[in-house]
């Protein structure tokens, strides 16, 4: 391959729009199990120092304010996310709106 040339990306799905955004559901999915396996794990060193007792996670109920601030998270990276499939035009005027 001569310098700049860029190797052709094979068509897994018959179109190359739906190959690229089955690639983003993947590479989601693998930073998702990151994150994931990443909590798991901390939460098992905190449970094994004794900074929080096993399950208390899983019992916590969120004050009004911490409804509030995971509620606001939430949307904008679902705007983020399925936001990545606007045009450039679209998802510059989105972000300018949060």
Excluded: C
Aim: hydrophobic share 50%; no cysteine; proline share 4%.
């Amino acid at each position: 391959m001569a310098g700049g040339d860029v190797p052709v990306r094979p068509n897994y799905l018959g179109d190359a729009r739906l190959d690229d955004v089955a690639r983003m559901v993947f590479e989601l999915t693998s930073e998702l199990w990151v994150l994931k396996d990443r909590t798991i794990m901390l939460e098992a060193l905190l449970v094994e120092h004794g900074v929080v007792a096993a399950g208390a996670v899983d019992a916590l109920q969120p004050t009004p304010e911490l409804s509030q601030t995971l509620l606001a998270e939430r949307k904008a990276l679902v705007a983020r996310v399925y936001g990545a499939v606007l045009d450039s035009d679209s998802r510059a005027a989105a972000a300018l709106a949060r």
